[in-house]
């Protein structure tokens, strides 16, 4: 079957229907899942494009919620030409932009339409926009709300760039009151500038010494501030990539007091730890830190009692001379890791060998990411009327990551190397076939996924 072209139906020895995995065909019509029919009562006509797969599972695609793809302003460190052929090689069908690192950031309305001009007709998968919260644009968030942003983020500390301060306790107030009553959602950075040690030296080349400069009080204390945010205003709050497990208990006290919140944790926190990171290896740095092994451990096990809602990527590359690898300064080097691509095979990896099943990886990669969006009408889930998106992967096949075969603009990660198992063959976008076996679709099929404020409303 050529790429680009309309898949009709989808036939495999291995569909995940529901919490079942079984053999069926996945009827395409319009775009959309028409419906999921056994193989023996589907009946085939000459015009249909069946695309046979063997026992290759078929999956909804994966929607990655936390991504930074940098473009307008910093397109030599990533854009959406090259974010999204990445993100389709590793099955992700959606993702939703990070307000940072592009310049302008997504702040203001009139940012937010240069964003969406700067992204037509390069995105070979589709993609969703968060604004974001910095002093003073207030008055923008609604706005912006009506021009289909999915929501907002905040840093709680320094972002990294300039041009997207983080905002102080009045900033928060203003801007709660501002999302009270429009069902949006308010992302937090939750990291706080609270700890005194911060004059202690160490060799800024030892992993050791960054890891000690972000302890786990500076994620705990800034939660703190969200969950009491969150049970003042009912906002729907929600804590990215956290990466330390110490403040599990608070998140889960403010939920049984009512508060609208959720959390995420990235593909690096549960894939890489502290002790193995050796001397040097500035890829490895991220904001907040990969942590030590214990609390990687915990993660896991709070991902599994589903006080974890979901995981995704937060891919956040960089060229390669802003990670400072000639001096190995973890100190200086810019903080953010790259892995779209990988995420599911990252994820299965691990998770496999702690007794996950194929339909938690479509609970934690799809249908919770899809549904803090107010994308889960249409994304996430195998069903009749959902968007006809697929990940076509082989769970039990093994890969090595390698630079040729790394999709993202820069090829910098610190999974070089990496044998995963858990390999993409195809993915299906809307019913067109848009990557097989290392090859795209020579046009960007991918949409801009506007949400529109009545179904905001309706997770109130």
């Known amino acids: 079957m050529e790429l680009g072209s309309t898949v009709s139906a989808v036939r495999s020895t291995r569909v995940l229907d529901g919490d079942k995995v079984r053999p069926a065909v996945v009827v395409i019509k319009d775009g959309k899942i028409h419906e999921i029919v056994s193989s023996c009562s589907f009946s085939e006509n000459v015009a249909c494009q069946v695309l046979d797969v063997g026992d290759s599972v078929v999956m909804p695609g994966i929607v990655d919620c936390h991504v930074h793809v940098n473009e307008p302003g910093r397109t030599s460190w990533e854009g959406f030409w090259t974010a999204t052929r990445a993100a389709a090689a590793g099955g992700v069908t959606t993702i939703v932009d990070m307000p940072l690192n592009s310049i302008p950031p997504t702040t203001t309305l009139g940012n937010f339409h240069e964003k969406l001009r ?14 974001g919260v910095v002093p003073g644009n207030q008055l923008h968030l ?38 009270q009553g429009t069902g949006s959602v308010l992302l937090f950075h939750a990291e706080r500038d609270v700890w005194e040690g911060k004059g202690e030296t160490g060799d800024p080349c030892q992993y050791s010494t960054f890891l000690r400069s972000r302890p786990d009080v500076m994620e705990t204390e800034a939660i703190r501030v969200v969950t009491e945010l969150c049970l003042q205003y009912r906002v729907r709050c929600h804590i990215v990539h956290l990466s330390s497990a110490k403040p599990l208990k608070l998140i889960e006290e403010a939920r049984q007091a009512g508060a609208p919140l959720t959390v995420e944790t990235t593909h690096h926190y549960l894939s890489l730890c502290a002790e193995d990171i050796p001397a040097g290896a500035t890829q490895f740095k991220c904001c907040p830190p990969i942590r030590g092994s214990v609390n990687r451990e915990q993660l896991w096990s709070a991902l599994k009692a589903g006080q974890i809602d979901m995981v ?45 099943q194929l339909p938690d990886v479509v609970r934690l990669l799809s249908q919770k990411t899809a549904q803090l969006c107010c994308l889960d ?33 820069n090829k910098l990660t610190p999974y070089l190397g990496l044998k995963l198992q858990g390999a993409v063959r195809a993915t299906i976008l809307r019913g067109r076939l848009v990557y097989e076996d290392g090859s795209f679709c020579a046009e960007p099929l991918g949409k801009h996924l506007l949400i529109p404020q009545k179904t905001n409303q309706a997770q109130l």
């Open 142 to 179: 609604r706005p912006m709300i009506q021009a289909g942003v999915a929501g907002f983020k905040c840093f709680l500390i320094h972002s990294g760039v300039d041009e997207f301060p983080h905002v102080n306790d009045s900033d928060l107030h203003t801007a709660m009151k501002q999302l």
């Open 377 to 409: 009408s249409r994304k996430g889930c195998l069903a009749p009327s959902y968007d006809a998106d697929l990940v076509v992967w082989d769970p039990e096949r093994e890969f090595e990551i390698q630079e040729e075969n790394i999709h993202h603009k």
């Open 312 to 356: 995704v990527s937060d891919h956040s590359p960089c060229t390669t001379d802003l990670k400072k690898l000639d001096s190995g300064d973890f100190t200086q080097a810019w903080g953010g890791i790259s892995s779209l691509q990988f995420g599911l095979s990252l994820f299965w990896s691990s998770a496999s060998k702690r007794g996950f």
């Open 118 to 131: 700067e992204a037509t007709g390069k995105c070979f998968v589709d993609v969703a926009f968060w604004g």
